[in-house]
């Protein structure tokens, strides 16, 4: 599994460069996206992006909220804002920048600055909501907080973006606060069934994985087996499973306990009611909700009993979609490439090469009045959750569309199945 940085955190403040901007976004549209690491042959933009437009022109703060389904998501979005005509910001993870001297001085140069999300990062917030505020750039977030690789699924969005929105929004009282939701899709130009195939093949041999006989006629069912096999044998390295064993259908119901057993004691620390409907998924929301409002409590009161409780509720939640039917319900040549590569990246605890050419889809969803969720909430604590799960709603529903028009050899089924 993607393991949490053990660096010791340092804010790292944006300096934006006009100059530097300029010159990295031409470097982007014509070296980085279609570059080895990404192999972005073709970006569509559609939705409301002359609402966009039109909000900068009024001089209306703007909040760009995108779903995270790549590593490619922030050179696709530089793009998208190039051609909407809004410079943006990101707040990115701190880790990003100390991948090196020359990393960390690009990222503050184009205008970026640093949060550490599994702690109570009050520069940041600060930061972000005065990116919002003073209005010279947009702001631009990933409400899931990480990678998951789940494209066609959006994970429940984290409560600090309608968060910085909304205090935003009381500080500047009388300019409207606009949030963006972005939509975004990645499909495959071909069928890179020999890649993926490879990259197979060389975790089942370096993780000690033996294939089902038939595996190679049913590329489904030797997906799952390994995907179990190699979350099992992380948790057991780590010391959180005390057996293991090949069995899929004992390992199935081992991972599908200890992701349950693993919540239940976060929310045990938290003193939480487990909701009474929506399974795992909305009991890690709530838990990563309430361990974000006692982040940002205004107090600052010191609370060491939540240290740890966000990495356990992101490793339940890695866990639990390799138990869910994300492939098998709609097994397309995407979504199988997809789930390779996040087998292999929780392998090697790192991103993985690209498998063959793709098409980037960018649905810009019309503005959402951050006033409005204000006024009708009466008070920022209780806008938070609606403006949260409008953002999600919107980005979901424009996933959804674009899949439903993707003729893209990507949103094929994958051959035999």
């Known amino acids: 599994m993607l393991e949490f940085s053990d660096a010791s955190y340092q804010f790292f403040p944006a ?12 470097m982007n549209r014509h070296f980085i996206l279609p570059g080895k690491s990404h192999r972005i042959s073709e970006l569509r933009l559609e939705g409301e992006t002359e609402a966009v437009r039109d909000a900068k022109e009024r001089g ?15 050179q696709v979005v530089t793009e998208v804002q190039r051609r909407l005509g809004v410079p943006a910001s990101f707040m990115a993870a701190y880790d990003v920048f100390l991948r090196s001297r020359f990393n960390a001085w690009s990222m503050q140069k184009l205008g970026n600055f640093s949060i550490d999300r599994e702690a109570a990062d009050r520069k940041a917030m600060a930061a972000a909501i005065s990116t919002v505020t003073t209005g010279q750039y947009a702001l631009s977030l990933f409400p899931e907080g990480n990678v998951y690789l789940t494209n066609d699924r959006v994970t429940p969005f984290l409560d600090g973006t309608a968060f910085i929105a909304l205090k935003a929004q009381q500080a500047i009282e009388g300019t409207p606060v606009k949030i963006v939701p972005v939509s975004l899709k990645f499909t495959h130009l071909t069928t890179p069934r020999e890649a993926v195939t490879a990259r197979l093949v060389d975790l089942g041999r370096r993780s000690a994985h033996a294939y089902a006989p038939g595996s190679s006629e049913n590329p489904l069912a030797a997906v799952m087996g390994l995907g179990r096999h190699l979350v099992g044998v992380h948790l057991q390295r780590h010391g959180f499973l005390h057996e293991r064993t090949d069995d899929e259908a004992s390992l199935y119901e081992l991972l599908k306990d200890f992701a349950g057993n693993l919540i239940t004691e976060v929310e045990t620390t938290l003193a939480l009611t487990p909701p009474k409907e929506g399974g795992l998924v909305e009991r890690i929301r709530k838990v990563r909700s309430t361990i974000h409002q006692i982040r940002t409590d205004a107090s600052g009161a010191p609370r060491p009993e939540i240290d740890g409780l966000a990495e356990k509720a992101i490793l339940a939640f890695r866990v639990h979609g390799y138990l869910t039917p994300y492939l098998i319900e709609h097994p397309s040549i995407d979504r199988y490439d997809e789930t390779v590569e996040r087998l292999a990246e929780d392998f090697y605890s790192k991103a993985m090469p690209r498998t063959g050419p793709r098409r980037a889809i960018a649905h810009v969803h019309a503005p959402l009045d951050v006033s409005a969720f204000l006024s009708e909430s009466g008070s920022l604590r209780n806008a938070v959750a609606p403006l949260t799960r409008a953002m999600e709603t919107a980005v979901q529903s424009g996933i959804d569309t674009i899949n439903a028009g993707n003729d893209a050899p990507g949103a094929a089924l994958v051959p035999g199945v």
Do not use: G, L, Q, W
């Open 15 to 26: 300096k934006p460069s006009p100059f530097f901007i300029r010159f990295a976004r031409t």
């Open 60 to 74: 209306e703060r703007i909040v760009f909220v995108i779903n995270h389904p790549s590593h490619s998501d922030p």
